[in-house]
């Protein structure tokens, strides 16, 4: 049996009441008795001396009556049992003996005559008799003894009586105080006890109920102590429902509490059989503000962003951050697509607006995915993906652009994963080749080395443009060990036309950011250590984008690319990020005008404009410059007018098979223009 606190406590408190209470009229009643029967003992005594004072003349004078007297005197007082005077040999003179005693009467046995010796005989020790002898003499001469036996009998009997009442009252007594006691415990403590329990099963539960505080005393101090604690666990119980549920950074939902909403409002719109429309929102080249403003402005950014969007929507419309730079906006209940379009347009126009950050001005752009429930999918996960799928394909179109989701787009993913799979197995099964296009001195007199250009050859889908699959191998990292591939192959081919006596002139190779975060130059320094590459036939070909990486450890790796000595170009000038700063900070060696500058030559007046402003400028860095994609005779004769060191494009020659190529040098003539560059003329 369990026993509650209440109970141990008082049981322990009746234990100890009634045990001090007994012990304490044990005490006094034993007291008592013994006073009582030191009393009994004196009044025996006095009758005793008193007799034997005066029962020596009635001895001497053979009186017996009187000496019958005197016994049945003593033997009449209250408990005395017996009173005999015996002559010095021991014979009874007189006696008196109280027949109505029960210890007498048991002695005595029911009929028995009465034998005053035998009866003295067998009460003697007796345990209930106080058994007193008192010496008769006259003048030193002993007459006899007189002999009296007095009962504890009343003694015991009040006693008990005593013991009776007092346990009465005792217990009486020590109920009560147990009573008063458990009541008194019960409320003040047991009470206070049994709320904090219910209070704690219910904090288990996720309940924050405070308990009253009723006291000042130590259980106060506990229900108050309990009460801070519940107060701190529903603070932090707060807490790490924001960190699990919030984004830390903007303070919008996070995407945990974002497919909440969405599960959420699936099944309401099933029920209510409404439309509603989720919105894909990522910022277009985030990356880049990180990187060339730095983090907190970029987390400015982002924030501001956030407080944007919130502020465009209604009030049943969720914004939620789902990392990095991606949003996601549900705008329950939407009529129809216009509806969807209008929204997304907001979006766009309020996330575009410039703004001041950290005093500078900041112009966001961003690309919104839209999939609409119930047509683009009945399932969370269906509907992200394809508002992802939408995002994606937005990017794609360009800045600034919204688009629906479509089943073709899925159509299209699953092509692009189809390519990934593809291209992972490419390289083994020797898809991949390296094609070369010939980049010729000024005025196309010289040719001077070629750009390496990756082709690959799928078995159904015929060759696939590096535009489409670089990208891609970006994105997916690929690009390493493909670049890789790439470096080798170029450099064993140098090694090899070295080798067989062919003057092939530089190397320029395309090295992919990605490639380039890698630890680069080590690599580099290794293939040009087994091929026996000297420095100046290689020409590394970077783009802006690179620039716009960590920019410490940008600088290292190409001081690091400078140190093995190979010639860095960089690639696609105009098309990027550009920055005069860049080129001065990280010393190229050469620098290639994209194709799109040179297409509008020499009608178009802003290509003049800026293709003479690159030259100018690439001089005075000491740059060398390459014209890239010259495809006419009038756009090789502005460049060389205008002092362009190299140039490259299909007027000269377009991108041929290794093969071809080196016959293509073989057929060269010192000083003879190309074939194509002849006709042209
Ligand atoms: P890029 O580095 O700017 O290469 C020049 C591109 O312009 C090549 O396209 C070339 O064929 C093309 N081109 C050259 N002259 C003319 C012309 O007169 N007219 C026209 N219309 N086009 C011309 P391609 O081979 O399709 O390569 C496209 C891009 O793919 C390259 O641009 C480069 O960024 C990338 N790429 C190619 N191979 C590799 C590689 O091995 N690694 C990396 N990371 N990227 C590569
Ligand atoms: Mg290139
Ligand atoms: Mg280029």
């Given at each position: 049996?369990?026993?509650?606190l209440?109970a141990k406590?008082?049981?322990?408190v009746?234990?100890?009441?009634?045990g001090?209470?007994?012990?304490?009229?044990?005490?006094?009643l034993n007291?008592?008795?013994?006073f009582h029967?030191k009393?009994?003992?004196?009044?025996?005594r006095?009758l005793g001396?008193l007799?034997?004072?005066?029962?020596?003349?009635?001895?001497?004078?053979?009186?017996?009556?009187?000496l019958?007297?005197y016994?049945r005197e003593?033997s009449?007082q209250r408990d005395?049992?017996?009173?005999v005077i015996?002559s010095?040999?021991?014979?009874?003179?007189?006696?008196?003996v109280?027949?109505?005693?029960?210890?007498?009467?048991k002695r005595?046995?029911?009929?028995?005559?009465k034998?005053?010796?035998t009866l003295?005989?067998r009460l003697?020790?007796?345990?209930?008799l106080?058994?007193?002898?008192?010496?008769?003499?006259?003048?030193?001469v002993?007459?006899?003894?007189f002999?009296?036996?007095?009962?504890r009998e009343?003694?015991q009997?009040?006693?008990?009586?005593?013991?009776?009442?007092q346990?009465l009252?005792?217990?009486?007594?020590v109920?009560f105080?147990?009573?008063?006691?458990?009541?008194?415990?019960?409320?003040?403590?047991?009470?206070?006890?049994?709320?904090?329990?219910?209070?704690?099963?219910?904090?288990?539960?996720?309940q924050?109920?405070?308990?009253?505080?009723?006291?000042a005393?130590?259980?106060?101090l506990?229900?108050r102590?309990?009460n801070a604690?519940?107060?701190?666990?529903?603070?932090e119980?707060?807490?790490?429902?924001r960190?699990?549920?919030?984004?830390?950074?903007?303070?919008?939902?996070n995407?945990?509490?974002?497919l909440?909403?969405?599960?959420?409002?699936i099944?309401?719109?099933?029920?209510s059989?409404?439309?509603f429309?989720?919105?894909?929102?990522?910022l277009?080249?985030?990356k880049?503000?990180n990187?060339?403003?730095?983090h907190?402005?970029?987390?400015?950014l982002?924030?501001a962003?956030?407080?944007?969007?919130?502020?465009?929507l209604?009030?049943?419309?969720?914004?939620?951050?789902?990392?990095g730079?991606e949003f996601?906006?549900?705008?329950?209940?939407?009529?129809?697509?216009?509806q969807v379009?209008?929204?997304?347009?907001?979006?766009i126009?309020?996330i575009s607006?410039?703004?001041d950050?950290n005093g500078?001005?900041?112009?966001?752009?961003?690309?919104?995915?839209?999939?609409?429930f119930?047509?683009n999918?009945?399932?969370?996960?269906?509907?992200?993906?394809?508002?992802?799928n939408?995002?994606?394909?937005?990017k794609?179109?360009?800045?600034?652009s919204?688009?629906?989701?479509?089943?073709?787009m899925?159509?299209?993913?699953?092509?692009r994963?189809?390519?990934?799979q593809?291209?992972?197995?490419?390289?083994?099964l020797?898809?991949?080749?390296?094609h070369?296009?010939p980049?010729?001195?000024?005025?196309g007199?010289?040719h001077?080395?070629a750009?390496?250009l990756?082709?690959w050859r799928h078995?159904?889908r015929?060759n696939i443009?590096?535009?489409?699959f670089?990208?891609?191998a970006?994105?997916?990292?690929?690009i390493?060990?493909?670049g890789d591939w790439?470096?080798?192959?170029?450099?064993?081919?140098?090694?090899?036309?070295?080798?067989?006596?062919?003057?092939?002139g530089?190397?320029?190779?395309?090295i992919?950011?990605?490639q380039?975060r890698?630890?680069?130059?080590?690599?580099?320094?290794?293939?040009?250590?087994?091929?026996?590459?000297?420095?100046?036939?290689?020409e590394l070909?970077?783009t802006e984008?690179?620039?716009?990486?960590?920019?410490?450890?940008v600088?290292e790796?190409?001081s690091?690319?400078?140190a093995?000595?190979?010639?860095?170009?960089?690639d696609?000038?105009?098309?990027?990020?550009?920055?005069?700063?860049?080129?001065k900070?990280?010393?190229?060696?050469?620098?290639?005008i994209?194709?799109?500058?040179?297409?509008?030559l020499?009608?178009?007046a802003?290509?003049?404009?800026l293709?003479k402003?690159i030259?100018?400028?690439?001089?005075?860095l000491?740059?060398?410059v390459?014209?890239?994609?010259?495809?006419t005779?009038?756009q090789?004769?502005?460049?060389?007018?205008h002092?362009?060191?190299?140039?490259?494009?299909y007027?000269?020659?377009?991108?041929?098979d290794e093969?071809?190529?080196?016959?293509?040098?073989?057929n060269?003539?010192?000083?003879?223009?190309p074939?194509?560059l002849?006709?042209?003329r």
């Amino acid at each position: 049996m369990r026993l509650g606190l209440g109970a141990k406590f008082t049981l322990t408190v009746l234990t100890i009441l009634a045990g001090t209470m007994a012990a304490n009229t044990l005490y006094f009643l034993n007291t008592a008795t013994e006073f009582h029967e030191k009393q009994l003992v004196e009044r025996g005594r006095a009758l005793g001396r008193l007799i034997s004072l005066i029962s020596p003349d009635a001895i001497l004078g053979f009186d017996f009556l009187l000496l019958n007297d005197y016994t049945r005197e003593v033997s009449s007082q209250r408990d005395v049992v017996y009173g005999v005077i015996l002559s010095p040999k021991g014979d009874p003179i007189s006696s008196y003996v109280n027949d109505s005693d029960p210890l007498i009467q048991k002695r005595l046995g029911p009929g028995k005559q009465k034998d005053i010796s035998t009866l003295l005989k067998r009460l003697e020790g007796e345990s209930d008799l106080i058994q007193l002898v008192f010496p008769i003499s006259h003048n030193d001469v002993v007459l006899g003894r007189f002999l009296v036996g007095i009962s504890r009998e009343s003694l015991q009997s009040e006693f008990r009586r005593q013991l009776i009442i007092q346990m009465l009252v005792l217990t009486t007594l020590v109920l009560f105080l147990s009573a008063a006691i458990h009541i008194v415990f019960r409320f003040n403590v047991l009470y206070p006890i049994q709320q904090l329990i219910a209070a704690s099963q219910k904090l288990g539960r996720g309940q924050y109920a405070p308990v009253e505080v009723k006291s000042a005393d130590e259980l106060g101090l506990l229900a108050r102590a309990f009460n801070a604690m519940v107060e701190a666990v529903r603070e932090e119980q707060a807490k790490l429902h924001r960190q699990a549920n919030f984004d830390i950074l903007t303070g919008l939902p996070n995407r945990m509490m974002a497919l909440d909403r969405i599960a959420h409002e699936i099944s309401r719109a099933k029920r209510s059989g409404e439309r509603f429309a989720m919105f894909f929102i990522d910022l277009d080249n985030f990356k880049d503000v990180n990187d060339s403003l730095g983090h907190a402005v970029g987390d400015e950014l982002l924030v501001a962003t956030g407080a944007r969007v919130l502020a465009t929507l209604r009030d049943a419309d969720t914004v939620a951050r789902l990392g990095g730079d991606e949003f996601l906006v549900l705008a329950p209940d939407v009529a129809g697509e216009v509806q969807v379009e209008e929204i997304a347009e907001r979006l766009i126009r309020t996330i575009s607006e410039p703004q001041d950050l950290n005093g500078r001005k900041v112009v966001a752009r961003c690309s919104v995915g839209i999939a609409l429930f119930p047509e683009n999918g009945e399932t969370v996960e269906t509907l992200m993906a394809n508002a992802d799928n939408a995002m994606y394909q937005a990017k794609a179109a360009g800045q600034g652009s919204a688009i629906f989701f479509t089943e073709e787009m899925n159509t299209r993913l699953r092509e692009r994963m189809q390519m990934e799979q593809d291209l992972n197995v490419a390289i083994e099964l020797g898809q991949l080749a390296l094609h070369f296009q010939p980049i010729f001195d000024s005025g196309g007199q010289r040719h001077r080395g070629a750009e390496v250009l990756l082709r690959w050859r799928h078995p159904e889908r015929g060759n696939i443009s590096p535009v489409d699959f670089i990208p891609l191998a970006e994105s997916t990292g690929q690009i390493v060990s493909i670049g890789d591939w790439v470096l080798e192959q170029a450099c064993s081919n140098w090694y090899k036309w070295h080798a067989a006596g062919i003057d092939a002139g530089f190397l320029a190779v395309n090295i992919s950011r990605i490639q380039f975060r890698k630890r680069f130059s080590k690599r580099l320094a290794e293939l040009m250590s087994t091929y026996a590459i000297p420095p100046h036939a290689l020409e590394l070909e970077i783009t802006e984008s690179v620039l716009l990486d960590d920019h410490h450890q940008v600088a290292e790796e190409l001081s690091s690319l400078r140190a093995v000595g190979v010639n860095l170009s960089l690639d696609d000038f105009g098309t990027g990020y550009s920055s005069l700063s860049y080129l001065k900070r990280f010393q190229f060696d050469v620098l290639k005008i994209d194709r799109s500058f040179i297409t509008g030559l020499p009608d178009s007046a802003d290509d003049v404009l800026l293709v003479k402003a690159i030259l100018a400028m690439a001089k005075g860095l000491d740059l060398k410059v390459v014209a890239e994609g010259v495809e006419t005779r009038s756009q090789l004769d502005f460049v060389t007018a205008h002092g362009c060191d190299l140039t490259q494009g299909y007027l000269l020659a377009k991108p041929m098979d290794e093969e071809a190529y080196v016959n293509f040098i073989k057929n060269l003539k010192p000083g003879v223009q190309p074939r194509s560059l002849a006709a042209a003329r």
